[in-house]
């Protein structure tokens, strides 16, 4: 495989995330120990982040933050060698969400928007597609009006300039609130969609995950919806033309694993490789992240 020419731009949502990880369970009306950490979160940011761990030359992240924490985000997004495009919003304080995380590693959200559902019209230029050869676009950008329009004319602009287009519909609660439909209308267009299991359920009502896989596939060109531990389904024409295995490994934390494979995965398909590859690609990042707190790839060891 070799690089493509260009740039992937993440539209998505920057989150400082709040991971409670309890070891017993709840205790209502009362204490419950847990081990609580503040980190930088959200889908787009995340998958923005594995997609440059994953090789991805430049990995661009438009989204909006309050001015609460947005120079740690910057700083953090950088890092990360991820290229920030922050509006600060001076109303609204950055998304939060506690991720409250059982023995078992599955992990419940608490969710407070913040300025990420912010993000206006105003802030999108058809500029920003400037050397970019693929764009991606978090979900949760579609369950508020405002962004919901802001990524509409992304993708509009996008589809005019020939640049494939991704989805990730990132909130099967989210999904179930909005409507199945008014969210698949507002994604048309998309080459790509990456639903979680639950998330394709929840597009079509459809209890087998080969089966919504298919269907959802009849509307765009390429679906990779996650299994989680058991790996990832790749359909394609109304088929499922792929089953995708996951390594095995103790899990820690799920919150991220499937910001990781988007971004394993886009960053694979940019640089050549088939469905399958990337879905492995992508898998291989799933089952990293699960063995680490919060969203985010580890850090890079320091230098000499």
Excluded: Q
Aim: glycine share 10%; net charge negative.
């Amino acid at each position: 495989m070799s690089p493509a020419a260009g740039a992937l731009l993440v539209v998505g949502d920057v989150v400082t995330d709040v991971v409670a990880r309890h070891r017993t369970p709840l205790a209502p009306a009362t204490d419950t120990a847990a081990e609580i950490r503040t980190l930088p979160g959200g889908a787009g940011a995340n998958a923005a982040c594995w997609a440059a761990r994953s090789g991805c030359e430049e990995v661009r992240l438009l989204g909006r933050v309050g001015t609460d924490s947005a120079v740690w985000h910057d700083r953090a997004l950088r890092r990360a060698g991820v290229r920030p495009l922050l509006v600060v919003d001076a109303e609204a304080a950055t998304a939060t969400v506690i991720a409250l995380v059982d023995p078992s590693a599955e992990r419940t959200f608490l969710t407070d928007s913040g300025a990420a559902l912010r993000l206006a019209p105003e802030d999108w230029s058809a500029r920003l597609l400037d050397g970019v050869a693929r764009l991606h676009l978090s979900g949760y950008l579609f369950f508020a009006a405002a962004s919901r329009e802001t990524v509409r004319r992304a993708l509009r602009d996008a589809g005019e300039a020939g640049i494939p287009v991704s989805v990730d519909p990132a909130s099967a609660g989210f999904l179930a609130e909005l409507g199945p439909e008014r969210f698949l209308a507002a994604a048309e267009g998309a080459e790509i969609l990456l639903p979680n299991v639950d998330e394709a359920r929840a597009l079509t009502g459809r209890d087998e995950p080969e089966v919504a896989a298919a269907e959802l596939s009849r509307r765009f060109p390429l679906v990779a919806t996650t299994l989680g531990a058991a790996g990832a389904l790749v359909a394609e024409g109304g088929a499922v033309t792929a089953r995708v295995t996951a390594p095995p490994v103790r899990p820690v934390d799920s919150t991220g694993a499937g910001d990781a494979f988007t971004g394993a995965f886009l960053a694979a398909r940019l640089a050549g490789a088939d469905p399958a590859k990337a879905a492995e690609a992508g898998c291989r990042a799933g089952s990293e992240a699960v063995t680490v707190v919060g969203g985010r790839p580890p850090d890079p060891p320091p230098g000499p």
